[in-house]
């Protein structure tokens, strides 16, 4: 990668100070001896603080900012059954007296567990889509809010927009700033946020690693689409002249499974393995998915012994109570 920018900074984006950072980045000495593999480092974004924290704290960040300035009186976004950014963006809500409105794909549970559980708890009003069009629903409620005189913020699904990622380019220096110089980041990729920043952070900061995305849910050129597209609203919103190039955005679809939130002996091991040799929790549906990718890509040779990787852990953790019993 063509060394860019390394004495200048990327203009500052407002944001709220929320997250707990910068986070730990530690070493895996137990777990690099199992897998006899690449010295493996892990970035711990699971501890970002807020409510069991996760990757779109320090999203949500940017987006309170925005939405101060707007003088919004409620946070409107939309998720899964088990949405970590919907849990943090509550959490958020909560914390500065904002009404949160939630809508979730599906019909309510019998029992709510899990990020569901929390979302609740912590007062957000949950919306199900019952079967309808999500993003429809999202439009409706927006729509209410409007009218019920709620001044709503929308925050994109995931928290994909520029704003969003700009958190990531920023995440991409506090890395640089730790030292260490790595050839490879692994970062589970579901609607791009996260890894479009990193890769547009490492990309302007001249960093020589590749970023990774093992996707949860989606192929590999729906994503590689999707991440572009938020490069260039990175650019925009950066004001540059240009973008990292489409070759930089790599995306694994290999390790989809039986689709989202089903959990697999890739996830189950994988799980037991960070757990066991590291005592460091995987939740079941995103980092679980990533990190039984990373073990695979080592298995197979495809990242080398003599390379130094981190996996950057999103967080997750409500799921892996939720899920449990699959998991024993
Ligand atoms: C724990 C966790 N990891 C990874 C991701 C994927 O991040 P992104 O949506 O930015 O691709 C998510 C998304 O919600 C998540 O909750």
């Known amino acids: 990668m063509k060394q860019l920018h390394k004495l200048m900074n990327l203009p500052l984006i407002p944001k709220v100070a929320i997250a707990h950072v910068p986070t730990a980045i530690e070493p895996m000495p137990r777990l690099t001896a199992a897998l006899k593999g690449p010295e493996l480092w892990i970035k711990r974004d699971d501890q970002t ?16 900012a925005d939405a101060q300035q707007k003088q ?6 939309r998720g899964s059954l088990v949405s970590n950014h919907c849990r943090q963006t509550a959490a ?13 794909k599906g019909f309510p549970p019998r029992i709510r567990q899990g990020n569901l559980f929390l979302n609740q708890l912590m007062g957000a009003q949950i919306v199900f889509t019952e079967g309808r069009c999500p993003d429809k629903v999202l ?17 994109a699904y995931g928290g994909a927009h520029g704003l969003g990622s700009s958190a ?34 490492s990309w302007f900061y001249g960093l020589n690693t590749q970023i990774y995305g093992i996707s ?4 590999s050129a729906y994503l590689t689409d999707k991440i572009l597209s938020l490069l260039e609203n990175l650019q925009t919103l950066y004001q540059l002249d240009n973008l990292p ?13 039986d689709g989202y939130a089903a959990i697999g002996d890739r996830e189950r091991e994988a799980i037991h393995l960070f757990a066991q040799y590291e005592g460091i929790l995987l939740d079941p549906v995103y ?3 990533a990190a039984g990718g990373l073990i695979d890509l080592i298995r197979t040779g495809k990242i080398k012994s003599h390379e130094k990787v981190v996996f950057w852990h999103t967080g997750g953790l409500p799921s892996l109570f939720e899920m449990a019993e699959s998991l024993q």
């Open 216 to 219: 949860v849910d989606e192929s």
């Open 72 to 77: 919004a009186r409620s946070l409107i976004t």
């Open 139 to 155: 439009l409706e409620t927006f729509e209410d809010a409007q009218k019920m005189g709620l001044n709503p913020y929308l925050i």
């Open 245 to 257: 190039d489409r070759s930089l955005i790599m995306v694994n679809d290999d390790y989809l499974g």
């Open 92 to 104: 958020v809500a909560a914390k500065f007296g904002l009404k949160c409105i939630l809508v979730i």
């Open 49 to 64: 603080g807020l409510a069991m924290g996760g990757n779109k704290t320090r999203m949500l960040e940017r987006f309170l």
């Open 168 to 201: 990531y380019c920023d995440a991409v220096q506090e890395l640089n700033n730790q030292g260490g110089n790595y050839d490879i980041i692994i970062v589970p990729t579901s609607s791009g946020a996260t890894q479009a920043g990193l890769i547009f952070g």
């Open 287 to 289: 980092t679980a998915r």
